[in-house]
């Protein structure tokens, strides 16, 4: 009984292993399954001319969209520099409206009397369409990099003040009470108590916030620029090359995915005080 | 000890709360009790009677509607540096270490760092958690969590030390152990203790007198005193015939605050 016994706790682990690993890659070939599927179909569609591929352009060409500005550029310069100009916009306005957003969500979350203040006119703020204040900025700011970095700050501080607002006014009372009566002063209850408990909140914003970013810089390139990777979308759309813009919407992608990495790490990174969600899948 | 200035005296105190609908409760009404430095005083009181509202008042978190609170004969205007305060719920800071959560008091006061860290090094050696010097607190059990939290309290070396249900989230063994713990650090620096609990027998075991509360709006019902020899230890003291006499004598007077805050709280669901 007990070597039985013994031999199947001996066992188990090594045969779960083996089955979730076995799981892991059915479902890595499901995903390729589906990605060979959708883009193998949609090329043969096309040279079956099931669909039209001057408005629904084709997988293959896209390639080679890339490949072309890739080797040779794109008639704005070359593709590297206009990533780096809409990164450029992206970073700056999403530093800034982080920054910003931080501060203020901090602070209001602090000062009930500046809360009070300030509410009616953040609710009217929060419900402008803002993405349309990229024309406004454009108008006053011209068509270089500020324009864009100011509507990159606009949607950034938003997506973040409202998270710091909220975590800095959600922090546990206790802790407060705690740390006043062990001395702190309220600007270190403020660095030392609130802000580390704001943090889950804030973070959280961050993915969203970033994605607002991107978004902000494309669109105001769009509205009205000389460089970046919103104008080869609009070059494209103007020159009825539905295969430039389904090669930008790839480099974006991209770009968005890499920035989504680095957040996820730094969350890992100042979020390591919280309790880790359930130990792994447990349904295995 | 009659003319002797008491470590903490509440006279005729009186708390109000506004309620968010803008009706006016009284947690406290014309309370008055004194404790005498280094004295054990244990507040016991049928739940939500206002107990843990006394510490906020001496504690300075909140100020007095009405009557006086002192410390040493003066009166409390607002966090007094000489005041500990240990929370029902977890109240150390889950992002810090468990080092660092000890050392938090001294440094917010500004302390040089490195004599602070030493220090709390001794505490945490002292409250039994060395070698978890480095853990966070989601780390530890829910009674190693208490230990910070005690030794993140003694490390300011308060005279006063307030203590609202400390032990209440713990097991019943856990709790006695740490009962004991709390008797033994309290010994080193014998500061004035207010421990507010509804557990008598924990409040006999532990104290030096016993404050009974009458329900909400509290005031003070009887004062007994615990005049069983110390050292204690918590765990056998219960079985002793005098622990056991003390105890019926404080229950007769607490039993029927019980009883009426249990009619007051069985009307309120009825209605």
């Not at chain 1, 292993?17 to 949609?42: D, E, K, N, P, Y």
């Not at chain 1, 900025?137 to 949607?155: D, M, T, Y």
């Not at chain 2, 509804?198 to 005193?225: M, N, Q, W």
């Amino acid at each position: 009984m007990s070597a039985v016994t013994l031999e199947t706790t001996a066992a188990a682990p090594a045969r779960t292993r083996v089955r979730v690993r076995r799981r892991r890659l059915v479902v890595r070939t499901s995903q390729l399954a589906l990605v060979v599927a959708f883009i193998g179909g949609w090329e043969l569609a096309v040279r079956a001319k099931l669909i039209d591929e001057f408005t629904y352009g084709r997988p293959s060409m896209v390639v080679a969209q890339l490949k072309t500005w890739i080797f040779d550029g794109t008639e704005v310069g070359s593709l590297g520099a206009q990533i780096w100009v809409t990164l450029e916009e992206t970073l700056i306005g999403f530093a800034i409206g982080v920054s910003l957003g931080v501060v203020l969500g901090v602070a209001l979350g602090r000062i009930p009397f500046l809360a009070d203040v300030f509410d009616p006119f953040i609710k009217v703020m929060n419900s402008i369409p803002r993405i349309v204040l990229g024309s406004i900025f454009v108008l006053w700011f011209g068509l270089g990099l500020l324009s864009k970095v100011v509507l990159v700050v606009v949607l950034v501080f938003f997506a973040v003040f409202f998270n710091a607002f909220q975590g800095a006014r959600e922090v546990d009372r206790n802790l407060i009470a705690n740390a006043r009566i062990l001395g702190a002063s309220p600007r270190k209850v403020t660095w030392q108590v609130v802000v580390p408990s704001a943090m889950t909140w804030i973070i959280a914003s961050l993915h969203i916030a970033f994605g607002f970013a991107l978004i902000g810089a494309i669109v105001g390139e769009f509205i009205g620029a000389q460089h970046g990777l919103g104008l080869l979308i609009n070059e494209a759309r103007g020159a009825f090359n539905p295969n430039g813009v389904y090669a930008a919407m790839l480099i974006i992608a991209v770009v968005a995915l890499a920035a989504e990495w680095l957040i996820a790490l730094l969350e890992r990174r100042l979020l390591r005080w919280r309790p880790s969600q359930l130990p792994s899948s447990p349904d295995i | 000890m009659a003319d002797e200035t008491p470590a903490v005296e509440l006279r005729d105190v009186t708390k109000r709360f506004r309620s968010p609908d803008g009706s006016v409760y009284t947690a406290l009404r014309d309370l008055s009790m004194t404790v005498a430095p280094g004295e054990f005083c244990a507040v016991v009181g049928p739940t939500g009677c206002g107990k843990s509202t006394t510490l906020s008042l001496v504690s300075g978190l909140e100020p007095a509607s009405a009557g006086t609170v002192h410390i040493d004969g003066v009166p409390v205007t607002g966090i007094d540096p000489r005041v500990g305060f240990m929370f029902q719920s977890d109240a150390v800071f889950p992002w810090k270490s468990v080092l660092a959560n000890v050392a938090a008091g001294p440094l917010f006061r500004g302390r040089p760092r490195k004599a602070v860290l030493g220090e709390a090094r001794e505490w945490v050696r002292r409250v039994g958690l060395a070698g978890f010097e480095e853990h966070l607190p989601h780390q530890l059990s829910g009674g190693m969590r208490k230990r910070v939290a005690l030794a993140q309290t003694l490390i300011n070396e308060p005279r006063i030390l307030l203590m609202d249900e400390p032990f209440a989230a713990l097991d019943a063994q856990t709790r006695q152990i740490m009962s004991d713990e709390l008797l033994r650090l309290w010994e080193l620096t014998r500061p004035s203790v207010i421990f507010v609990t509804h557990d008598l027998e924990e409040a006999i075991a532990l104290a030096d007198k016993v404050v009974v509360l009458t329900v909400g709006p509290a005031t003070v019902k009887g004062e007994y005193r615990v005049d069983l020899p110390r050292p204690r230890r918590v765990q056998e003291i219960r079985f002793e015939p005098r622990f056991v006499a003390l105890y019926e004598r404080i229950w007769q007077a607490l039993r029927d605050e019980v009883k009426l805050a249990y009619a007051r709280t069985a009307k309120a669901v009825a209605a």
